[in-house]
């Protein structure tokens, strides 16, 4: 039985704003990211899910609650967090965004690689596999995990990923459908 997922990004943060690539610095959403979640929850009235899942970074957890709460129950994995940026989490995107395409294998200096958030993702899809058949499951998380997503069950490279990510092409959307069969 395949599992229905859809992926959710937090809302806007306010490392975000500043222009920060937060990575696990544990920021709070901002003013834009409440309203983004609360829309969201407006978005997806019609959709049910038997499960939302979460990171366990403050942004997605709120994401998910201000969107989710009392639709499905909400479950909070660390296997779903942001790259690690090491030394460079919470530095200025501008830094951060094209060092990320370069660190698939090579980790960020005390930090993580692609290839270490896809390891973590593949990991998570796996529990899934044994314990949410024939499930609609709801993940709320970051740029990272989807990317690994994108690569693990659409046969994309991680160069592909990168270069047709919806933040690049500017191409949000209230939530991204996958399928695990």
């Not at 920021?27 to 959709?47: H, Y």
């Not at 403050?58 to 499905?72: M, P, T």
């Not at 899934?128 to 709801?138: D, I, W």
């Not at 740029?143 to 069950?153: E, F, G, I, R, S």
Request: charged share 30%; proline share 3%; glycine share 4%.
């Amino acid at each position: 039985m395949s599992i229905i997922i859809t992926y959710f990004v937090h809302g806007t943060t306010t490392d975000n704003e500043q222009k920060l690539s937060s990575g696990w610095n544990d920021v709070e959403l901002s003013e834009l990211g409440i309203r983004q979640a609360i829309e969201l929850k407006e978005l997806t009235k019609d959709q049910d899910f038997d499960v939302v899942f979460c990171s366990d970074l403050k942004r997605a957890i709120r994401s998910a609650e201000l969107c989710f709460e009392g639709r499905a129950p909400i479950i909070i994995d660390t296997r779903l967090r942001e790259c690690n940026y090491g030394t460079y989490n919470s530095h200025p995107s501008s830094i951060v965004e094209p060092m990320q395409e370069t660190k698939v294998s090579e980790r960020f200096l005390e930090g993580e690689s692609c290839e270490d958030v896809k390891n973590r993702i593949a990991d998570f899809l796996e529990f899934l596999k044994l314990n949410y058949a024939g499930k609609r499951v709801a993940i709320v998380a970051h740029k990272a995990p989807q990317l690994a997503l994108d690569v693990l069950l659409t046969g994309k490279t991680w160069e592909e990923a990168f270069a047709q990510d919806w933040r690049k092409l500017k191409a949000w959307q209230p939530g991204w459908p996958y399928e695990i069969n």
